[in-house]
């Protein structure tokens, strides 16, 4: 079985910094694109950034030079440093990982999600 598991959500006030982190655990053979998500109160899931396996970025242009996506391919972790948040900001942040298990299957894999809650 494969596992994601986020940290580093919590409350902050509007201008601070968080720091969430993903760990994938489990039956792993490779690692491909990685990504976050969020979902804010009644609205639709959306991408934040992503990352593929080599390093490649993009964002969504609401965190454009706010956020920052990086990866540590050797402790299976995706890592998004906020900065400047806003109260638009809030919501639970999920990520995802497109994962090549041990039989050689190829999945998407979602973690439980981490809430962030800015206040003005």
């Known amino acids: 079985q494969v596992r994601l598991v986020e940290s580093g959500g919590g409350l902050v006030q509007a201008g601070d910094s968080l720091r969430l982190s993903c760990a994938a655990s489990g039956s792993i053979s490779s690692i491909n694109a990685m990504g976050w998500y969020r979902q804010a109160p009644g609205k639709q899931r959306e991408l934040v950034a992503r990352?593929?396996?080599?390093?490649?970025?993009n964002y969504a242009d609401s965190v454009e030079g706010r956020f920052t996506i990086s990866r540590d391919n050797a402790k299976n972790t995706v890592y998004l440093q906020m900065n400047s948040l806003k109260p638009e900001d809030t919501a639970v942040y999920y990520c995802n990982s497109n994962i090549r298990i041990a039989d050689g299957t190829q999945r998407l894999f979602w973690g439980q999600g981490t809430l962030v809650t800015v206040s003005s």
């Open positions: 990352i593929t396996s080599d390093g490649r970025t």
